[in-house]
């Protein structure tokens, strides 16, 4: 990794490999179910065929979430990342129901896994490759703050470990006779798929309702507020109340209102707002800062009385 910058690895061309990882994957893990005939070499294809349609449609999202800010949409369209993280996690529990479905059709009547040696040689040839990309991809993603990298980097992680669970079970049929075991881990394979499905879901719903920066970044933001009252003497020359925090994507918002005494200038408590602008944008990544003007002396209410709270 140290001989490509990690700013170079753009969500984009990630996802752009993930599309042509997956497309080998795909051959290599449908070729190792055709030589055994194991259905949990099966439940295997079926995740890297989810990989290859939640490549195609991040690429596609992120595409559009790295367009500008228009009259329609003048806050950018970062939150189209969201969608794709969404629609990843639909395809995911798609899958993990039919590998279900599969298994408990092969429970009823077990057969024997065939040419084991080169059917297990294939699925780690490919878990190798996915292997690689995800850990590419998850650097990558906190580098962009990038969701939906991150969720296709995680879920190849999860591909990952499920082809280890997969080669495990073909291992202990082959070595044990029990043919019932191949189906079995199959439907523990299609269990951890739907966990992974709906965390995607979850995550992805809490995005597109406006979920509050992380923890770690409220703090960033907290500390700068902190440090400019301190600068300019006390809390009792200028303070800051009502701080909301949102994110969209790779961008976070922050609003905020910005007490100065009364009897300052409007160009003196400007140019102070201006400064506290620069300063939150430089603690915070991506951040953007909506700072309203009010007096020592005035209080405002954040919700009105007859909204909900």
Known sequence: MNFVPIRWLT???????SIGVAVVTIALKTLAWVITDSVGLLSDAMESLVNLASAVFGLVMVTIAARPADDDHPYGHHKAEYFSSGFEGILIIAAGLGILWAAGLR?????????????LALSVLSSVLNGTLAWVMLRAAREHRSIALEADAKHLFSDVWTSAGVLLGVVLVSVSGWLWLDPVVAMAVALNILREGARLLWRSSQGLMDRAVEPDVMAAIQRTLDGIAREQGNTHVIRFDHVSTRRAGQRRFVDLHMHVPASWSLGRAAALRGDVEKALMGAVAGLRATIQLLPSDVETHFFDEDDPK
């Open 11 to 17: 969500p984009r061309r990630l996802l752009t490999a």
């Open 107 to 119: 429970l009823l009547d077990p057969r024997p896994i065939e040419q084991v040696g080169l059917g």
